[in-house]
């Protein structure tokens, strides 16, 4: 029965398609170019600010020429100050005609040619796309000088034409790449920036930008080639009848949609490709995309993007899972990456050469992609497949390894298929990830797509980002290069910053390719390949701001925009100030923020005292023992919060040959407390109870070791990179472990040994992370997260891990207590109030699990003396603060309402005392840390002994204070 209901298919396709005209798409452009210039003005246009010429064009004209005809009578409108319409006869001397081509003049799609005449030059445009119109755009840069950068004042330049003529021309133009696309849509990773969104400065960005797509001439045929088999509804009709076309999961359940949904596109279904029915269900899809059937006819939706005829997209959902059942497992379980990549091109090609067989026009376009990337080399694609490489692109230019693979890997999919092949690229900052930082990077562009010309007929630039502006130079050669392929990059940008800038375009010219090396060279370069499509390997935050955009780099890059602005005037300076707005001041904004959290790093010590090595010392969970009792400890802190609800406090010491931690979780909610049993290194063991340990033994940030322990003692522990997202689970710390809940004490213990050998530690000081996970039974209830390292942005967060020394932290600071361990009221020569009673705050806090807090209705001073400060001597003074509520007094608008003032006890109030910061701060502000640098006068200590005192004025409001230190350092 199925043999006798597929032949009478395949008779009904051959019948319903012997009508059809065959369908082609030409992978090359067919249509020769020619430019034949005069070398002299032949006709006068414009004469002493008077247009002699008028726009016509036929009163039935398509819609593709009357917007060719008003986009050019509004720029020529400006340029010469003349009102321009399109008409239908002109009695003027001379008249540009604009026009769609006959069929028998066969243009290629998009293209057009520019002729001149006596009195009459004419713009013809292909009778498919926008010809007409790229017809105008190519002669308003030609003749008239008009350059499209980005939409808007600033980026389009249009000289004015007060005098113009134009000479005898012949032009006949046409793409080179069939096929360019691109998407410039926020990156949604993050957050829109109203900062960044202001650069577009109209009525209608998105009427603006789809009208810059065209002024950057992006084709008009379409050519579907993305994830086509997530959208002809699979999920909702056959997840109920027939679950064994979705891929079957580990857990046993099949991905229809409801099962194993770890992220989105897996809503849309993943498929088993030995379930022979789908072939059969997708390929009478494909017959009636060919046939123009509705897609309700298949009980679809709507037709997607992906299947609009003559084109069917065949490509698999996003993250391809590997089906377990028994018959993909046979092929997927082998790991063999060329196996794998075989089997799934002979589906697709099963379905093409059905295709062909049963007399089906049209063609089946798919990627290859992350796992089917590999060259299938037991399966022939036949001629009615249309494939698309997924490579990273113009972004591996500056990567000599990554370039070759891919050029490589071009060229040898392209004689495998004997055609060109268009390629997917992602120049986007979804495999960047720095948002803030601007990627300009023409040349990369202009280079990839001019080699890549033989082997390839287009590409889709997936060019998302995070503000638009940083992209319009490479969108702009994108559209030059996929047009001609032998474009002058070089002139293409020297005209640019000459045009845009004057005189300032070496300075320009300068940093903007700083900014593409930087981008391309140190960012960019270092990508792997993932079933999501390739990412790229960031440097260390430590890393970017210290030796990429080191702080040198970033005052050259301001120096040079200095120098470019001071050039020149009007329109050109206000173009720098533009770019300084939008390309530099967001970075340097990063730059500052990293130095001032860095700052604050390097003040994130603590103690990691050095003692003799014990060879009895029992790991337990015994805290009693003397050791534990002599030592301090540190606190974590909630990571989100400034609050914490319940202390935990971590000790620590270190031998010759071991690391010892004592954590003690605090818990008043002992009973409730979720308590699991896992396996050795459960990838699941921070979800639990559990405590973690992270050790950079090497100081790079780069890397660390992981250690996972949960209140039942199980123990995970691994080795991390964080920038490559990777953490080697083979890796064994050999710690020992022990835990215990102590009921009476609600607490729970854990004590840690972990071999110095055993994470490669050669030096006494690391750098270090403690954090801990807090859930409950009732499943309602978030769970609490804890860190030490405060600055951090997560647990993992490296570059703000803080540091354990041997040498105690507090040597050499003057201001004794000043993590506020003990209660400042109990301790002689520490601090002391004016105006009020010193608070303890144990819930709010940095370091030493208490912070002393500022309130009441008085003016309120926290003041410690200072005995031993040097004339002419360079301090720093660094302390965390958060405010609540505090309003500036009238009587201290000099001051501001909360700062610090430091009097070295000079006789001159001028040169000894000083208000840091200055203005002070009001309002309402999270912890932030904060570090100023001064000298002392001369006569340092001359007239009193020097005080420090933190001042809250007497208008209400909160403030804490918290890890204060002040030492002798050098000149700022």
Not at 295 to 320: E, L
């Amino acid at each position: 029965m199925k043999k006798l209901l597929l032949s009478t298919l395949a008779v009904l396709c051959t019948a319903a398609f012997a009508a059809e005209p065959a369908m082609q798409f030409s992978m090359s452009p067919q249509s020769p170019r020619k430019t034949i210039i005069g070398k002299k003005n032949s006709y006068k246009l414009v004469a002493g600010g008077k247009c002699d010429f008028d726009v016509v064009i036929p009163k039935k004209s398509p819609a593709i020429v009357k917007e060719a005809a008003k986009e050019l009578c509004a720029v020529l409108s400006q340029q010469t100050g003349s009102k321009l319409v399109p008409v239908a006869q002109s009695t003027k001397p001379f008249v540009i005609e604009l026009k769609t081509a006959a069929a028998s003049q066969k243009l290629d799609r998009d293209g057009f040619i520019i002729k001149t005449s006596p009195g009459k030059l004419t713009i013809t445009g292909s009778i498919e796309g926008r010809g007409v119109l790229y017809g105008v755009y190519d002669f308003l840069e030609r003749f008239a000088g008009v350059r499209f950068y980005f939409p808007g004042r600033l980026g389009t330049i249009t000289p004015p034409l007060k005098n113009w003529s134009i000479p005898e021309i012949d032009i006949t133009d046409r793409p080179d790449h069939q096929h360019r696309k691109m998407v410039w849509r926020h990156c949604n990773i993050w957050p829109v920036d109203p900062e960044l969104e202001s650069w577009y400065t109209g009525k209608d960005r998105k009427k603006d930008l789809l009208l810059h797509e065209k002024h950057i001439r992006m084709s008009t045929n379409h050519l579907p080639n993305c994830h086509g088999l997530a959208f002809i509804d699979l999920v909702k009709r056959f997840a109920k009848s027939n679950p064994e076309f979705f891929a079957l999961h580990q857990n046993g359940k099949r991905m229809d949609g409801t099962n194993g949904l770890y992220f989105s596109p897996n809503k849309y279904g993943q498929l088993c490709l030995s379930a022979p029915k789908l072939k059969d269900v997708i390929f009478e899809d494909i017959i009636a995309v060919m046939q123009g059937k509705p897609a309700k006819s298949r009980n679809i939706s709507a037709w997607q993007y992906t299947q609009r005829k003559p084109f069917f997209n065949i490509m698999f959902n996003d993250g391809m899972y590997f089906c377990r059942c028994k018959e993909c497992w046979k092929v997927f379980g082998s790991n063999d990456p060329k196996r794998i990549s075989n089997w799934i091109w002979q589906w697709k090609v099963d379905l093409a050469n059905r295709m062909l067989k049963e007399g089906v026009p049209g063609y089946l376009t798919s990627m290859a992609y992350t796992p089917y990337k590999e060259i299938p080399d037991a399966v022939n694609i036949p001629k009615n497949m249309v494939v698309m490489l997924a490579v990273h692109g113009p972004w591996s230019e500056l990567d000599p390894i990554a370039k070759a693979e891919e050029t490589g890997k071009i060229k040898a999919w392209s004689k495998k298929l004997g055609a060109k092949l268009y390629m997917w690229n992602y120049p986007t900052k979804y495999t960047v990830q720095l948002p803030r930082v601007a990627n300009p990077t023409p040349r990369a562009m202009a280079a990839f797509y001019s080699r890549n010309y033989t082997d390839s007929f287009g590409a889709f630039y997936e060019g998302e980002n995070d503000c638009w502006i940083f992209g319009y130079l490479s969108y702009y050669m994108f559209g030059k290069v996929l047009w001609d392929h032998k474009c002058d990059a070089e002139a293409i940008l020297n005209e640019h910053h000459r045009l845009m800038f004057g005189k300032g375009a070496p300075e320009m010219k300068d940093f903007f390719d700083s900014l593409e090396h930087h981008w391309v060279k140190d960012l960019a370069a270092h990508r792997e390949e993932t079933a999501l499509g390739p990412k790229v390997v960031l440097p260390s935050e430590h890393k970017l701001w210290n030796n990429i955009y080191s702080a040198g780099e970033r005052a050259r890059l301001a120096a040079l925009l200095d120098k470019a602005e001071k050039k020149e005037r009007g329109i050109f300076a206000e173009r720098v100030r533009y770019i300084r707005r939008y390309f530099l001041d967001p970075m340097l904004k990063l730059g500052a923020e990293f130095e001032r959290r860095s700052a604050g790093r390097e003040n994130w010590k603590a103690h990691l005292p050095v003692m003799k090595e014990d060879i009895g010392f029992k790991i337990d969970a015994d805290s009693g023992k003397a050791v534990w009792k002599k030592l301090q400890g540190v606190h974590l802190v909630d990571l989100k919060n400034d609050e914490t609800d319940v202390p935990t406090v971590v000790k620590m010491f270190q031998t010759d040959k071991n690391y010892y931690f004592l954590f003690e979780c605090s818990e008043p909610r002992i009973d409730d407390m979720r308590i699991t049993r896992r396996k050795r290194d459960h990838n699941r063991i921070w979800s639990d109870n559990a405590i973690e340990i992270y050790l950079d033994t090497d100081g790079k940030r780069e890397s660390f070791y992981q250690f996972m322990v949960n209140v039942s003692g199980d123990v995970g522990d691994l080795k991390t990179i964080p920038a490559k997202h990777h953490g080697d689970w083979k890796f064994d710390g050999k710690a020992e472990v022990k835990t215990r809940i102590d009921k009476d004490g609600k607490r729970w213990i854990a004590e840690v040994r972990i071999p110095k050998a055993a994470v490669n530690a050669k030096k006494n000081d690391i750098v270090a992370n403690f954090t801990r996970h807090r859930v409950f039974k009732q499943t309602d209830k978030k769970a609490k997260l804890y860190t030490w390292s405060c600055l951090g942005q997560s647990f993992g967060d490296i570059a703000n891990f803080g540091q354990l020394t041997a040498e105690d932290p507090e040597k050499g600071n003057l201001l004794t207590n000043g993590d506020f361990i003990k209660d400042p009221r109990r301790v002689r020569n520490s601090w002391f109030n004016w105006g009020g009673n010193l608070q303890s705050d144990t819930r709010i806090y940095r370091t030493g699990g208490r912070s002393i807090k500022l309130d009441g209705g008085k003016n309120i001073h926290l003041v410690h003396r200072l005995n031993k400060l040097k004339p002419d001597t360079w301090y720093v003074l660094r302390y965390f603060v958060k405010l609540e509520n505090i309003v500036n007094p009238a009587d201290r608008k000099q001051h501001g309402a909360f700062s610090c003032r430091v009097d070295d006890g000079g006789f001159t109030v001028k040169n000894s005392v000083r208000y840091l910061p200055s203005p002070g701060y009001t309002g309402t502000m999270k912890f932030q840390h904060l570090e100023f640098r001064f000298k002392t006068a001369s006569d340092a200590g001359k007239k009193h002994p020097g005080v420090v005192y933190f001042c809250r004025p007497n208008r209400g409001g909160c403030v804490w204070i918290d890890h204060v230190s002040l030492r002798e350092c050098k000149e700022k």
